[in-house]
Nanobody, 123 residues
Framework: QVQLVESGGGLVQAGGSLRLSCAASGRTFSSYGMGWFRQAPGKEREFVAAISWTGVGTYYADSVKGRFTISRDNAKNTVYLQMNSLKPEDTAVYYC????????????????WGQGTQVTVSS
């Protein structure tokens, strides 16, 4: 089992920044690819960013490319999502997810999920 706990969400004005963290416990974190997904009210969950278990490979949704950066610190069992130039359309609950040896935009490839953290961007 892998337990994931997100933090760092909050209310920010458009153009501002936030950094989300996802702390993992349980099995070997360095064997898990990590993803960030988000779900806005009334919408389906969508992919945001992913990083391979080594940290070398990354994927981004087109909507966040150039604004968001995913990174990980395997020594701290933590994955981060740095979000800059935030827009009101980035408002959502953000979830981190873990998948064994996964680097994917597909949420079905991930086995473990956190409880989510709310990000609200005001205009």
């Amino acid at each position: 089992q892998v337990q994931l706990v997100e933090s760092g969400g909050g209310l920010v004005q458009a153009g501002g920044s936030l950094r989300l963290s996802c702390a993992a416990s349980g099995r070997t974190f360095s064997s898990y690819g990590m993803g960030w997904f988000r779900q806005a009210p009334g919408k389906e969950r969508e992919f945001v960013a992913a990083i391979s278990w080594t940290g070398v490979g990354t994927y981004y949704a087109d909507s966040v490319k150039g604004r968001f950066t995913i990174s990980r610190d395997n020594a701290k069992n933590t994955v981060y999502l740095q979000m800059n130039s935030l827009k009101p359309e980035d408002t959502a609950v953000y979830y981190c997810a873990a998948g064994y040896l996964v680097l994917s935009t597909n949420d079905r490839r991930y086995d473990y999920w956190g409880q989510g953290t709310q990000v609200t961007v005001s205009s």
